[in-house]
Every structure is written in C-alpha cells, then in structure tokens.
C-alpha cells in the first residue's frame, strides 16, 4: 500500500490563494495522469481536477478559471494552485490517480478552509 502525500492546505479569507503539493513515487506519477480530489463534511468525495500524462486538464465546472493544476515531472509531485477561493471550497483536499484512484493510494489529505 502506497499513500500519496498532501500539503499546503490551511485557512484563507474569501478571496485568498492556496497552492496544494502532492508527491508521488515515480512508479505511480510517471505512469498516470493525477487528479486532485475534495471531501466536503457530510458530502462525497469529488474530482476537482486532472492532469494527464501528456499535461491535458480537466476541471469540475465550480473551479473552472480558478483552479490551476499542473506536474512536475522532475519531482514527481502535482500541484493545485487555488485563486479566488470561495467559502464552498472548504473541504480536505486529496491526491490520487487521475479519474480512476486507487483505493491503496489515499493520504490523509490536507485541510482546506476559506472564511467569508
């Protein structure tokens, strides 16, 4: 079992910027497009964002022109760069494969809070 490693999550204002890092073995980052994905209390985990191999992107539709998500091969981390964020980002926010994660590759995520 192989659990990614989140970081960069914290407590923002309305309006503010976080940038999220992810970390991967290069058995796993080198092979897969990554996905960052966010668990709300009380709701089910979503895809927010993904990055193919080939660095094609996808967004949910509530992120899109706010949220950047890019990798760096060299590092075998992804990140998730966060602007104007909304008190409806509020969440933990996870790494995992991109659209199909792997049970065995969940962390323990990085918390996400944005005030008004």
């Known amino acids: 079992q192989v659990q990614l490693v989140e970081s960069g999550g914290g407590l923002v204002q309305a309006g503010g910027s976080l940038r999220l890092s992810c970390a991967a073995p290069?058995?796993?980052?080198?092979?897969?497009?990554m996905g960052w994905y966010r668990q709300a209390a009380g709701k089910q985990r979503e895809l927010v964002a993904g990055?193919?191999?080939?660095?094609?992107?996808w967004y949910v539709d509530s992120v899109k022109g706010r949220f950047t998500i890019s990798r760096d091969n060299a590092k075998n981390t992804v990140y998730l760069q966060m602007n104007s964020l909304k008190p409806e980002d509020t969440a933990v926010y996870y790494c995992n494969t991109y659209a199909s994660p792997i049970r065995g590759y969940w962390g323990q995520g990085t918390q996400v809070t944005v005030s008004s």
């Open positions: 990055i193919t191999t080939g660095s094609s992107t």
């Open positions: 290069g058995s796993i980052f080198n092979r897969n497009g």
